[in-house]
């Protein structure tokens, strides 16, 4: 009978109830799906942004953050890959050299970092010089090493770097950098194997990549790296857990994850996170408010059934829940439609993607990442059914109070009205 | 099974107090057909709320069923009333969304009679009051008569011991008013179903086992006219 009174006095204002449900659709459909891109958008900045160099998780000496020099390097990095991924096997590792140095081509110089690489295990885990960012020439790992050219190995170089310096592939370029032992400045010459274009100015205009063992020739360090970078397919939740793992069983060396390594990425996906958060808030409000406008209506314009129902001998607690039964009859049926249409777009957009130029006409850029053209809507179910959760839990909560008050009136109005 | 003993109501703010029920004695048995007349103003209505439970004397003791009200929690009133008291007010006071079948058994759910039960009771109640055919109509579907009918209804359907109807005819017809006033004696006389009224209607006083005069709070004449069948039992309430 409660259910019964329940529903049929929500459907008695039609025109109240139908614009309170519409209202909770929209907004919760909507937050459904901005949950869904915004994730996905997420993803899309970490997965660009440990592929520009970085990685999952960095392995470095425990000084180099303090001082980033060559005297702070990972000596026999193989070894400790080897020890690593007997603990992880599911880690891919790839070694990188990095230093400060200065470019030449004839009468221009540049200062940029030169990062030592191992071209084939390098193709596949970043993108700066992977085949799609290369426009021009070869990738390292497709450049014949040392065979022709007059035996001088392969650089690739930024588009900006390249135009700036008057090269193109083919063309010599000389890297002056200061070795490991302090002595006279160390040179070597490259051919530009190919050029690449990120779309990231720093990138574009002040990096290049040569293969691992030339670079450390050239600075003197053989078989030293400044870091590892480790990919995993994990969550960032497992992620931050095998950080900690390795950290424990590795504690000569620095294990930091891409949050700590690249604070400027975590802090744009943090905030675009922050935004989101903003946003179901602002949701969780529009739900409690119309709601909570619905039932002190409803309650409102019933106070003489209230009464009359307790001066009949209904308990308090009766006309409560049927208060109560109510706001989670609308709730639940608005949150149900709310989150069909929510799942209907983030199929679309998880399938489809979000051709973001096509949208905003221009690539984003964020936390000195270049967003991916398009991007796919990524639902992660637990966050969604704790939403959902916490917005049916929220519909109780507005409506305790006037539920109560609805069961505690005088059953002596009952008569009074009449 | 009703005695009250020097019952008074004073209502009170601030400013003012009004002395609505004075030393009021009353004694009311099993199977009275009872009329409480008065002019306005008199006190009936607020006499008929502390006998119904719907309101605390200022003093007086109350005693129902040979217990004293005053001790009972709101849930207990609650539920006295629910079980063994029916009511039927002067504006009807029907449940809009339910129809005269489930209004007729809203009562018997909330005391926890098992549907199959409560229907078939509700249906009977329904036939008795000559509603039968009404049965799955709205309030708003129903004439005042017919709605005071479902009202009846509704309150004798539990198998209270006490029906208390405030002013049931006021809103009704002098047609729908005999035809009411036939009904609640016929239930009166057949179900030994005991009925206590607040009226100044003649047609109601006139019917009227005992009528208690109230004036200015206080009972001024108490006018036995008939005398109660002792064949009456509330057994013969529809089961």
């Not at chain 1, 390249?162 to 890297?175: C, K, P, Q, S, Y």
């Not at chain 1, 639902?379 to 959760?389: F, G, P, R």
């Not at chain 2, 849930?75 to 002067?90: P, S, T, W, Y």
Request: include cysteine; hydrophobic fraction near 45%.
């Amino acid at each position: 009978m409660i259910h019964k009174l329940a529903l049929r006095n929500l459907l008695r204002n039609k025109r109240r109830s139908c614009l309170t449900s519409v209202i909770i659709v929209f907004a919760f459909s909507m937050m459904v799906l901005f949950m869904g891109l915004s994730d996905g958008g997420h993803k899309a900045m970490i997965d660009i942004g440990v592929r520009m160099g970085l990685g999952h998780i960095i392995v470095q000496h425990k000084s180099f953050s303090d001082d980033p020099s060559l005297q702070h390097l990972i000596v026999q990095p193989n070894q400790l890959i080897q020890q690593i991924r007997q603990n992880k096997p599911e880690l891919t590792a790839v070694s990188r050299l990095r230093v400060d140095a200065l470019i030449q081509a004839g009468r221009h110089g540049v200062a940029l970092t030169i990062s030592g690489v191992e071209p084939a295990k390098e193709v596949k885990m970043s993108a700066i010089a992977d085949q799609r960012a290369i426009t021009k020439g070869k990738t390292l790992a497709e450049f014949p090493q040392s065979k022709t050219f007059h035996h001088l190995d392969g650089i690739v170089i930024g588009e900006t770097l390249a135009n700036n310096l008057e090269v193109r592939v083919g063309d010599t370029v000389t890297i002056t950098a200061k070795p490991a032992s302090g002595a006279d400045l160390s040179r070597a010459a490259f051919v530009v194997a190919g050029i690449f274009k990120t779309g990231l100015h720093e990138l574009d205009t002040f990096w290049a990549e040569v293969p691992l063992h030339t670079l450390q020739a050239l600075l003197g360090v053989p078989d030293q790296v400044s870091q590892i970078s480790l990919y995993s397919l994990e969550t960032p939740e497992s992620l931050a857990h095998t950080t900690t793992q390795l950290q424990t069983s590795f504690n000569h060396v620095n294990i930091s994850p891409w949050q700590t390594a690249a604070p400027e990425l975590y802090s744009a996906v943090t905030l675009d996170a922050a935004g989101m958060y903003l946003l179901m808030l602002i949701v969780y409000v529009v739900v409690a408010v119309g709601i909570l406008n619905t039932v002190l209506m409803s309650t409102f314009k019933r106070k003489k059934e209230f009464t009359m129902m307790i001066a009949l001998g209904s308990r308090p607690s009766t006309v409560s829940k049927i208060v109560l039964l109510e706001a989670v009859y609308l709730s639940a049926f608005s949150l149900t439609l709310g989150l069909a249409l929510g799942l209907w777009g983030h199929h679309h957009f998880a399938t489809q993607g979000l051709d973001f130029k096509e949208v905003f006409g221009t690539a984003m850029e964020a936390g000195g990442v270049l967003l991916p053209d398009k991007f796919y809507s990524i639902l992660d179910a637990s966050k969604l059914s704790l939403s959902v959760l916490f917005v049916f839990l929220l519909t109780l909560v507005v409506t305790l109070i006037p539920a109560i008050r609805a069961g505690h009136r005088s059953p002596l109005a009952a008569t009074q009205d009449a | 099974m009703i005695t009250l003993n020097k019952i008074n109501k004073v209502f009170a703010d601030k400013h003012q107090s009004f002395h609505c029920l004075k030393e009021i004695d009353l004694t009311v048995k099993q199977g009275e057909f009872t009329v409480i007349a008065g002019p306005s103003g008199s006190g009936k209505s607020t006499l008929l709320n502390i006998i119904g439970m719907l309101d605390q004397p200022t003093n007086g003791t109350y005693q129902f069923d040979n217990k004293e009200v005053a001790k009972f929690s709101n849930n207990k009133l609650a539920d006295i009333r629910r079980e063994k008291i029916g009511f039927v007010f002067q504006a009807y006071n029907l449940m809009p969304v339910l129809t005269a079948l489930e209004n007729t058994e809203m009562i018997m759910e909330f005391s926890g009679i098992d549907k199959k039960q409560r229907k078939q009771r509700a249906i009977e109640t329904l036939e008795a009051v000559g509603l039968g055919e009404f049965k799955d109509r709205f309030p708003a579907q129903l004439s005042g008569g017919q709605q005071q009918r479902v009202a009846v209804a509704r309150a004798i359907a539990a198998k209270p011991l006490l029906v208390i109807a405030d002013e049931p005819t006021a809103n009704l017809d002098s047609r729908a008013t005999e035809s009411l006033l036939d009904l609640m004696v016929s239930l009166n006389q057949k179900q030994g179903i005991t009925f206590i009224f607040s009226s100044h209607d003649p047609r109601v006083i006139e019917r009227a086992h005992r009528v208690i005069h109230l004036q200015d709070g206080k009972v001024i004449r108490d006018e036995q006219l008939q005398h109660i069948s002792s064949t009456h039992s509330p057994a013969a309430i529809p089961s």
